[in-house]
């Protein structure tokens, strides 16, 4: 029976890793904060290996380099339920991503059990047990942790030890393991996880509906915001708002008069970044409009190929249990409707061109 353990010093953990360095799996979870920080503050590391549930207390341990090392390991299967953010957090602060991994919630999604099912109910489906979402809200920051939060936070690993074994059995009976196997290679690569400054526009959603010039200018905007935002660790939102970003845009402020007076800084940041902003605004300037982001109709034969890709998705993905998304997301439709055999896109890659891409590409050239 498992039991849950709380380590608060490097001698403590020591024992741990070498105990985990002969293990070919171990379940990983994280618990963090991320507030008013734009890097998530790490608070606890949880690994179970089927025996023991260990809860890390990364605020008290100073040196981490020995866990990312044994995180880091070729040869130990790392489980994960949703592992984007844990694997965020691990980039950030080791520089490396674990692999390999096995991502329960993509197994379930591969297996028909459902598209992006949440823990506690793939926990539900598969163990019969309705976890307390009581204590979901948890400061992790805030120490001590009680009893009940470390209880809670190690239920996170216990269960992922449970169902892996199953999950594993049925995707190889359904012939499906080599595609999680694939789909996670995919999502444990250390670029996914970092933000570059220069494609911070991409992040900018109401883009489309601002003018080419006006769209190299925010480009120019979100770089800087995003850089001052890694340095100065601080959200985005609190450098300078989206709404602010693209009335700047709009506008061109040439002076700190016309600056000023679009009434969307607060006068700390005019004082603290305004010449900076007028700066960057009026570089951009000199460069020639280009269209970023577009939300213009389709073509009417674009939006007849994009109907056909989909229902044949559809019929796909039906006859696979799957979900279409799965298969293949809009932006993969529309960049095949758009770009054919040439898009980028999954679909025409690994297990999704063998079950739906290179059908959908007939379809195209018929």
């Given at each position: 029976?498992?039991?849950?353990?709380?380590?608060?010093?490097?001698?403590?953990?020591?024992?741990?890793?070498?105990?985990?360095?002969?293990?070919s799996?171990?379940?990983v979870?994280?618990?963090?904060?991320?507030?008013?920080?734009?890097?998530?503050k790490?608070?606890l590391?949880?690994?179970g290996?089927?025996?023991?549930?260990?809860?890390?207390?990364?605020?008290?341990?100073?040196?981490?380099?020995?866990?990312?090392?044994?995180?880091?390991r070729?040869?130990?299967?790392?489980?994960?339920?949703?592992a984007?953010?844990?694997?965020?957090?691990?980039?950030?602060?080791?520089?490396?991503?674990?692999?390999?991994?096995?991502?329960?919630?993509?197994?379930?999604?591969?297996?028909?059990?459902?598209?992006?099912?949440?823990?506690?109910?793939?926990?539900?489906?598969?163990?019969?047990?309705?976890?307390?979402?009581?204590?979901?809200?948890?400061?992790?920051?805030?120490?001590?942790?009680?009893?009940?939060?470390?209880?809670?936070?190690?239920?996170?690993?216990?269960?992922?030890?449970?169902?892996?074994?199953?999950?594993r059995?049925?995707?190889?009976?359904?012939?499906?393991?080599?595609?999680?196997?694939?789909?996670?290679?995919?999502?444990?690569?250390?670029?996914?996880?970092?933000?570059?400054?220069?494609?911070?526009?991409?992040?900018?959603?109401?883009?489309?509906?601002?003018?080419?010039?006006?769209?190299?200018?925010?480009?120019?905007?979100?770089?800087?915001?995003?850089?001052?935002?890694?340095?100065?660790n601080?959200?985005?939102?609190?450098?300078?708002?989206?709404?602010?970003?693209?009335?700047?845009?709009?506008?061109?402020?040439?002076?700190?008069?016309?600056?000023?007076?679009?009434?969307?800084?607060?006068?700390?940041?005019?004082?603290?970044?305004g010449?900076?902003?007028?700066?960057?605004?009026?570089?951009?300037?000199?460069?020639?409009?280009?269209?970023?982001?577009?939300?213009?109709?389709?073509?009417p034969?674009?939006?007849?190929?994009?109907?056909?890709?989909?229902?044949?998705?559809?019929?796909?993905?039906?006859?696979?249990?799957?979900?279409?998304?799965?298969?293949?997301?809009?932006?993969?439709?529309?960049?095949?409707?758009?770009?054919?055999?040439?898009?980028?896109?999954?679909?025409?890659?690994?297990?999704?061109?063998?079950?739906?891409?290179?059908?959908?590409?007939?379809?195209?050239?018929?």
């Open positions: 029976m498992s039991s849950s353990l709380l380590i608060q010093s490097a001698d403590a953990l020591q024992p741990w890793l070498e105990r985990w360095s002969q293990k799996w171990l379940a979870d994280t618990e963090f904060v991320r507030v008013d920080t734009y890097r998530p790490l608070c590391i949880q690994i290996d089927g025996e023991h549930d260990v809860c890390i207390d990364t605020l008290a341990i100073a040196d981490l380099a020995p866990l990312y090392a044994l995180l880091n070729r040869d130990i299967l790392k489980l994960f339920h949703a984007s953010q844990d694997l965020e957090i691990f980039v950030e602060l080791s520089g490396t991503c674990p692999a390999p991994i096995f991502d329960t919630q993509t197994a379930a999604t591969l297996l028909g059990l459902g598209d992006q099912l949440g823990y506690a109910a793939l926990v539900e489906r598969r163990c019969g047990v309705t976890l307390d979402k009581s204590l979901t809200r948890t400061d992790w920051s805030r120490r001590p942790l009680s009893e009940a939060e470390l209880d809670y936070a190690a239920l996170d690993v216990r269960y992922l030890a449970q169902m892996y074994p199953s999950l059995d049925e995707l190889l009976a359904q012939n499906r393991l080599a595609w999680l196997e694939e789909d996670c290679a995919r999502a444990a690569v250390a670029e996914n996880y970092r933000n570059d400054p220069r494609e911070a526009w991409r992040r900018l959603k109401g883009l489309a509906r601002v003018a080419p010039h006006g769209q190299v200018i925010a480009a120019a905007l979100a770089q800087w915001r995003e850089e001052e935002a890694q340095r100065r601080r959200p985005r939102k609190w450098i300078v708002e989206d709404d602010a970003l693209y009335r700047m845009a709009e506008r061109a402020p040439e002076d700190m008069t016309q600056l000023e007076g679009l009434g969307v800084l607060p006068a700390k940041t005019l004082a603290r970044h010449e900076t902003l007028l700066r960057l605004i009026a570089e951009a300037r000199q460069q020639p409009p280009r269209t970023l982001a577009s939300d213009e109709r389709m073509a034969e674009i939006k007849a190929r994009m109907t056909r890709l989909q229902e044949a998705v559809r019929r796909i993905a039906a006859a696979l249990n799957l979900p279409a998304s799965v298969l293949a997301p809009r932006a993969d439709l529309e960049a095949l409707a758009l770009d054919g055999a040439q898009a980028r896109a999954n679909v025409l890659g690994g297990w999704r061109r063998e079950v739906a891409g290179a059908e959908l590409l007939k379809l195209l050239a018929a």
